[in-house]
């Protein structure tokens, strides 16, 4: 464990989660409130990708145009989340949770009344916004609450986001594709919820910031300013694997199943399921195997580890092919809470900055990458996007360049 454990009084606080609180002990209470409001904010955003056959067919929309509106919400998440994050770690915001979460309400809203594809893209951007300022300041809460159990804090926080993604995809095959866009006012009240839930988190991290900060040891890499920054380029080139490949399948797998096997768009959108929540389910894992075995370990099995797989997919059939992509989005998965936690060890004291760049960066590779792979399916068919996309894992061979925390310089137990 990378910080030392320290005594404190066990008198009980007055947060709004009626949460007695330790420095030394993982707050199951509050990563569960925090994972609780990812899965309610991911199940929103997932929307975006699962509607867009609706959209596509009501406003005759291109694949570039879909594209597009992909890129409206990530890029708007992307640019933003590290300004976030750098902001509220030198000036923490508890509430700051709940009111992006009104930012996405008012996205969800504006995309069940939109009459034209600029409307569709602001709304787009509205629900990004919320993004924005949510995964930062809720990654901080989850260190927080982590107890020093940091990889397995961040796969709590993570699990409910990519479940959220998961159940998505349902959602929209039961109530969305069968009522039509108005339905879509129907999930602002899941951010209604998460605006209550995320005011007791706000109450609970206000208080925490109220107490005696604990001394942290850092990492013996981290005064090594070059060594940080190359270590930083593998893990974006390794980013950019994982999410350019991820996008191909989150935003595109229902068309190409379409196409390529000839199935109905509900037949797909069971099949995105599977594959979203085999992206939970890895995700689940990620972190605390990264507690046991090293983040360092993780990022190189499951990156590199995919390949064979990935390359496999655009030769197989329709029933290999769903074993496949499970295989994939859970391997694939397991290696962001590793990459997150692994950032925050190397550049300890801006856990905001970290958690804003990587998932603002994880946004905006995947927004970037829908853009790009629908200009090639327009251009070249949506067989050729899974061809190319095939060879991105190897990218993986990158992680042979990063250095082993456990080894540069952590305090041991």
Request: charged share 10%.
């Amino acid at each position: 464990m990378s910080e030392p454990e320290t005594q404190e009084s066990n008198s009980p606080s007055s947060d709004g989660l009626g949460v007695k609180h330790s420095t030394n002990r993982t707050v199951f209470r509050v990563l569960g409130a925090i994972s609780f409001a990812h899965f309610l904010n991911d199940t929103m955003q997932s929307l975006m990708v699962a509607i867009y056959p609706l959209f596509k067919g009501a406003f005759h929309l291109s694949f570039a145009q879909i594209g597009l509106i992909t890129l409206a919400f990530q890029f708007t998440a992307s640019l933003l989340q590290p300004l976030v994050g750098l902001y509220t770690d030198r000036h923490p915001k508890p509430f700051s949770l709940a009111v992006g979460m009104g930012c996405t309400l008012c996205g969800l809203l504006t995309l069940s009344l939109a009459s034209s594809f600029p409307m569709l893209l602001a709304a787009a951007a509205m629900v990004g916004t919320g993004s924005a300022v949510f995964h930062p300041e809720a990654s901080r809460v989850a260190r927080m609450a982590s107890g020093g159990q940091h990889g397995l804090a961040q796969s709590i926080f993570q699990v409910g986001g990519n479940t959220g993604a998961a159940i998505g995809p349902l959602l929209t095959a039961w109530i969305v594709l069968p009522h039509g866009q108005g339905s879509i006012a129907f999930f602002s009240l899941l951010a209604l919820l998460a605006m209550i839930v995320l005011t007791g988190v706000g109450i609970w991290y206000r208080n925490q910031n109220r107490r005696p900060k604990p001394v942290t040891v850092s990492t013996g890499i981290s005064h090594h300013a070059g060594r940080v920054g190359m270590t930083l380029a593998v893990l974006m080139a390794l980013m950019f694997s994982k999410f350019f490949y991820l996008a191909s399948l989150s935003s595109y797998l229902i068309f190409y199943l379409m196409a390529h096997y000839a199935i109905n768009v509900q037949e797909a959108q069971y099949h995105l399921f599977y594959f979203l929540f085999a992206v939970a389910a890895g995700t689940l894992l990620g972190g605390p195997l990264g507690d046991r075995i090293g983040r360092r370990q993780v990022i190189w099995i499951s990156i590199l580890g995919v390949a064979p797989f990935t390359l496999a997919l655009p030769y197989v059939g329709l029933g290999t092919s769903a074993i496949l992509t499970l295989i994939i989005g859970f391997m694939l998965a397991s290696a962001f809470p590793a990459m997150v936690v692994y950032a925050q060890e190397l550049i300890p004291g801006r856990v905001g900055m970290v958690s804003g760049l990587f998932f603002g960066l994880a946004f905006g590779l995947a927004g970037l990458g829908a853009a790009i792979l629908g200009q090639v399916a327009d251009l070249w068919g949506i067989n050729v996007v899974y061809h190319i996309c095939s060879f991105l894992p190897l990218i993986g061979l990158l992680a042979v360049f990063l250095p082993d925390l456990r080894t540069t310089g952590r305090t041991q137990h």
